[in-house]
């Protein structure tokens, strides 16, 4: 089984935007994905929208799991899926290797 960690701690921010002071625009995330024995990853950047339907949060009041909550639901669940997939084919690739490097000692 894999357990799988986003850290979205990374973020491009716009200092002023719609009167508001450090808007969150762009997340750079990270996604661990662990076995028992083996971690693999993936990385990139997503783009978030400032919602004006829903209450602002200001930025020291932000926490990686409200920015992985943003940054999965402007992805979409099938990018989400296809990512955590990706790393779990990285996993099960470790696990099972179909190639490995040896080296001739004569």
Known sequence: MITYK??????DVYPQANGETDVVYNVHWVLTGVSDTYVASNFGTQIVELDSEKEFIPF???????????????????????????????????????????????
Request: net charge negative.
């Open 60 to 106: 020291d009041e932000l926490t990686n799991d409200i920015i992985v909550e943003w940054t999965k639901e402007a992805m979409g669940e099938d990018e989400v899926s296809a990512i955590e997939q990706g790393v779990s084919n990285q996993v099960s690739e470790l696990e099972n290797p179909t190639s490995v490097t040896l080296t001739i000692e004569k």
């Open 6 to 11: 986003w850290n979205c701690k990374t973020v």
